[in-house]
């Protein structure tokens, strides 16, 4: 299962932007989506978290600021960032968890989009 994201770019304080991560492939189910995002010298962390019944969770920092959504026919997720703060700035990745393959034929998956940047600066 192969994931790619978007909608990265260069967006002053206060801004916004809308991240958006598509999986495709061999996808019988997709338990959970994700967004973890690294800033320059610091380990990558969890932003927010969509199960498959839409339940979500969210890092304390982003809070009230973000909201991830996902499109189960699309088998993509979002994450809309609003009133972004330079300490946004990092690159976001897309991650998904679930089985690909076929009802008699599951294979777990843990997959990882490749990466986009989200630079806040004025």
């Known amino acids: 299962v192969q994931l790619q994201a978007s909608g990265g770019g260069l967006v002053q304080p206060g801004g916004s932007l809308r991240l958006s991560c598509e999986a495709s492939g061999s996808i019988f189910s997709i338990n959970a989506m994700n967004w973890y995002r690294q800033a320059p010298g610091k380990q990558r962390e969890l932003v927010a978290t969509?199960?498959?019944?839409?339940?979500?969770t969210y890092a304390d920092s982003v809070k009230g600021r973000f909201t991830i959504s996902r499109d189960n026919a699309k088998n993509t997720v979002y994450l809309q960032m609003n009133s972004l703060k330079p300490e946004d700035t990092a690159v976001y990745y897309c991650?998904?968890?679930?089985?690909?393959?076929?009802?008699?034929?599951?294979?777990?998956?843990?997959?990882w989009g490749q990466g986009t940047l989200v630079t806040v600066s004025s």
């Open positions: 969509i199960t498959s019944d839409s339940s979500t």
């Open positions: 991650n998904a968890v679930g089985y690909s393959g076929s009802y008699y034929d599951l294979d777990p998956f843990h997959s």
